[in-house]
């Protein structure tokens, strides 16, 4: 399998891919399978709508030999199908991930979502600020 999507979700994740034999594959794993899911699946690409959780799965997937792509999920809405779901968000993020012009979001360090934190608090901060003062 070239490239995998995953739908990730609090509990249970969908996978969505295409085999080497042009079958689709379309199954929904628990968090604790998930890493042997992908290894099982081999893909060598593993596409995922850029969230929070996704920078941390990116890292782990990462770390175990896959490219990761992440794509906005601006991008993912113009490729839904019908009603909203699981294995319709995964297709979703393959037919994106899929495109030759797609521009992919790149995984964050847990460095870079500290920093991301902190900026956000200020944010925070600086308009609660100027709400008291005004």
Not at 37 to 43: K, R, S
Not at 119 to 125: A, C, F, G, K, Q
Request: proline content about 3%.
């Amino acid at each position: 399998m070239e490239m995998l999507a995953i739908d990730l979700a609090k509990q249970s994740f969908h996978l969505h891919g295409i085999d080497a034999d042009g079958v689709v594959v379309s199954r929904k794993v628990s968090r604790a399978k998930l890493e042997d899911a992908v290894a099982e699946l081999g893909p060598a690409v593993v596409a995922m709508e850029a969230c929070a959780s996704a920078h941390h799965w990116g890292r782990q997937l990462a770390a175990a030999g896959r490219q990761v792509r992440l794509v906005n999920p601006r991008f993912v809405k113009a490729f839904v199908r019908g009603s909203k779901n699981d294995a319709i968000d995964a297709e979703a993020i393959y037919d994106a991930a899929s495109r030759p012009t797609m521009r992919f979001v790149p995984v964050k360090t847990t460095e870079q979502q500290d920093l991301q934190c902190l900026h956000r608090v200020r944010e925070r901060l600086v308009v609660q600020r100027t709400s008291l003062i005004n």
